[in-house]
T-cell receptor
Framework: GIQVEQSPPDLILQEGANSTLRCNFS?????LQWFHQNPWGQLINLFY???GTKQNGRLSATTVATERYSLLYISSSQTTDSGVYFC????????????FGKGTLLTVNP | GAVVSQHPSWVICKSGTSVKIECRSL??????MFWYRQFPKQSLMLMAT?????????EQGVEKDKFLINHASLTLSTLTVTSAHPEDSSFYIC?????????????FGQGTRLTVV
């Protein structure tokens, strides 16, 4: 099956810093999503981005489908950004059956 | 975005008993829902695909007789953990497809933290 690798596995920042999280995938995909898992376990949809670039406030994402990677940018980080960030892909036609990477654990210190 | 609701949020049960978890799509119909399992500090692993009106499709290594899935309507899928044991303790989370700006997305319920004692 498709492989999804995220880096770095852990990231510690001071409040206000910027960061870039990376997601590499081993095959072409129809769907790529970024999620933030909060301390209570809930997965928050950040981006649906199988290709191109999107921005939402302090967050932005870019997927280069031909090179099989996606980047999540967090600017001016806040303590509430802490948590695990997952990249997930669907290589098939369903768009909803996802294979997850192992995640990046982000800690933002005040 | 689409809303998926999962209930209960957490449950503690005794070994040998069964536990039912509900997953509802609140503002859209979902012919297909998905059940995932997450162990502490690990990623989400797909357990099964729940198909409305037909049998669920289980991933390799998932015991279909232990994890019973029923998808009786277009808005409700249930996962029943039968004869639960401590090793079944985990975080279970469901998802369904919906429409978001820019395309379709998988939306997730709040998750259920199961502890078997």
């Amino acid at each position: 099956g498709i492989q999804v690798e995220q880096s770095p596995p852990d990231l510690i920042l001071q409040e206000g810093a910027n960061s870039t999280l990376r997601c590499n995938f081993s095959d072409s995909v129809n769907n790529l999503q970024w999620f933030h898992q909060n301390p209570w376990g809930q997965l928050i949809n950040l981006f649906y981005i199988p290709s191109g670039t999107k921005q939402n406030g302090r967050l932005s994402a870019t997927t280069v489908a031909t090179e099989r990677y996606s980047l999540l940018y967090i600017s001016s980080s806040q303590t509430t950004d802490s948590g695990v960030y997952f990249c997930a892909v669907d290589p098939g036609g369903s768009n909803y059956k996802l294979t997850f990477g192992k995640g990046t654990l982000l800690t933002v210190n005040p | 975005g689409a809303v998926v609701s999962q209930h209960p949020s957490w449950v503690i049960c005794k070994s040998g008993t069964s536990v039912k978890i509900e997953c509802r799509s609140l503002d859209f119909q979902a012919t297909t829902m998905f059940w995932y399992r997450q162990f502490p500090k690990q990623s989400l692993m797909l357990m099964a695909t729940s198909n409305e009106g037909s049998k669920a499709t289980y991933e390799q290594g998932v015991e279909k007789d232990k994890f019973l899935i029923n998808h009786a309507s277009l808005t409700l899928s249930t996962l029943t953990v039968t004869s639960a044991h401590p090793e079944d303790s985990s975080f279970y989370i469901c998802s369904a497809g919906g429409v978001s700006p820019g395309g379709g997305s998988a939306f997730f319920g709040q998750g259920t933290r199961l502890t078997v004692v």
